[in-house]
Structures are given as C-alpha cells and as structure tokens.
Antibody
Framework: EVQLVEAGGGLIQPGGSLRLSCAAS????????TSWVRQAPGKGLEWVSF???????YYADSVKGRFTISRDNSKNTLYLQMNSLRAEDTAMYYC??????????????WGQGTVVTVSS | DIQMTQSPSTLSASVGDRVTITCRAS??????LAWYQQKPGKAPKLLIY???SLESGVPSRFSGSGSGTEFTLTISSLQPDDFATYYC????????FGQGTKVEIK
C-alpha cells in the first residue's frame, strides 16, 4: 500500500527546534517529489517546503532560513528540520507526494499529519 | 507571489444540488491547478489536477474547468459524503492554496 506516516510533532517552546519525519511505503522518496504542507488550527492549508527528486529544495518565505527539508533514501524517509520556532508555526504538518509526470505539483498521497505546538 | 481567491467561503446546499466553487488566480497559471477535498480531522484528498483531470477513484460527479486565472469545481449532484471543505491550489509558480470553501448542509 502506498502511504506516508509522519512523526515527531509535539509541544516546543518558542525558539526551540524540532525534526519531523515522514516514512514512505509503497514507493521510493528518492524518485518522487515530496512536500510539507501545514494547517494552523481552524485555518486553511499552507505550503511549507518541497524537495524535487533530483534534490533541489524550495521553501515558503515564512520558513526560509529556519526550516530545512531533506530525505534519507536508505530509510525511505522525508524530514523537516524546524529551528527558531515561533508561535505562528503551530499547526498540523502533513507530508505529501507529488503526482508522477508533468503534474508533480499536485499532491496525490498525504500522510495523516503530526501536530506541532509552539508555546511557553 | 501568486494569490488564490476562492468564492464563496461557505456554501449551503442540499443533497442532489449542483454546486459550483470558483477559484481566481492573481496572475495566469495556465492549467496548473488542483482541487482538494478535506473532511474534519483528515488529510486533504486530491480530486482534480491540471484544472480538469479527474484523479483516479474520484467519482465522476466532480469536474473542473478553466484556464488562465479563472477556474471552477462543480459537483453535479451533491451527495451526503461531499459535505466538506474544498481547496484550490496552484502549482505554476511554487505552491499556493486558496482559503477554502466549506460546503455545509442547508
């Protein structure tokens, strides 16, 4: 079965760091484009970061310089290292897979999400 | 940055109704547009990609149209399982989601 399973969320103080993981099964993260999308409580979806199969990375302005996306092909896992966390980073964080082919910017597989709460 | 604006924000409808949601882009995105359905406590689900292509397994009552800056998602006959929030997303230049449209029971 093709699926994504996130982990690593939790309660963290402002200024702290957290690393989220997203374990893939049924496909290889190394040959697919993958992304992180977040959703603040009661709010809409916000794109956070993207890693192309070839390795190029992209970030939303709101997290640039603080978050780093990466992957471990041997573990078939995607990561999001989050530093200098702020209250406004509080959200459900989803990992998602881009579709095969030209429409790799549309996300066809999503994880169940992991909650990050930034609060003192 | 490309902004995506959906209308309406909330839509009240009955089972069997034809429902249309509009999404406008702040600049042309060609057909690089997707639609998602999200139910409370669940991850989004891809319905439509490339503005009008139906994702595998999605019922044919869902359809998408448009290009450039104006797009629509239509549900031809609303079913009980369709009450949810719908998001458009552009992937022409990075990624941006609309603010969402909640379809609720009338």
């Amino acid at each position: 079965e093709v699926q994504l399973v996130e982990a690593g969320g939790g309660l963290i103080q402002p200024g702290g760091s957290l690393r989220l993981s997203c374990a893939a099964s049924g496909f290889n993260v190394s040959s697919n484009n993958t992304s992180w999308v977040r959703q603040a409580p009661g709010k809409g979806l916000e794109w956070v970061s993207f890693i192309y199969s070839a390795g190029s990375t992209y970030y939303a302005d709101s997290v640039k310089g603080r978050f780093t996306i990466s992957r471990d092909n041997s573990k078939n896992t995607l990561y999001l290292q989050m530093n200098s966390l702020r209250a406004e980073d509080t959200a459900m964080y989803y990992c998602a897979r881009g579709r095969d082919g030209y429409d790799w910017g549309a996300f066809d597989i999503w994880g169940q999400g992991t909650v990050v709460t930034v609060s003192s | 940055d490309i902004q995506m604006t959906q209308s309406p924000s909330t839509l009240s409808a009955s089972v069997g109704d034809r429902v249309t949601i509009t999404c406008r882009a702040s600049q042309s995105i060609s057909s690089w547009l997707a639609w998602y359905q999200q139910k409370p406590g669940k991850a989004p689900k891809l319905l439509i990609y490339k503005a009008s292509s139906l994702e595998s397994g999605v019922p044919s009552r869902f359809s998408g149209s448009g290009s450039g800056t104006e797009f629509t998602l239509t549900i031809s006959s609303l079913q009980p399982d369709d009450f949810a929030t719908y998001y458009c997303q552009q992937y022409s230049n990075y990624w941006t989601f609309g603010q969402g449209t909640k379809v609720e029971i009338k």
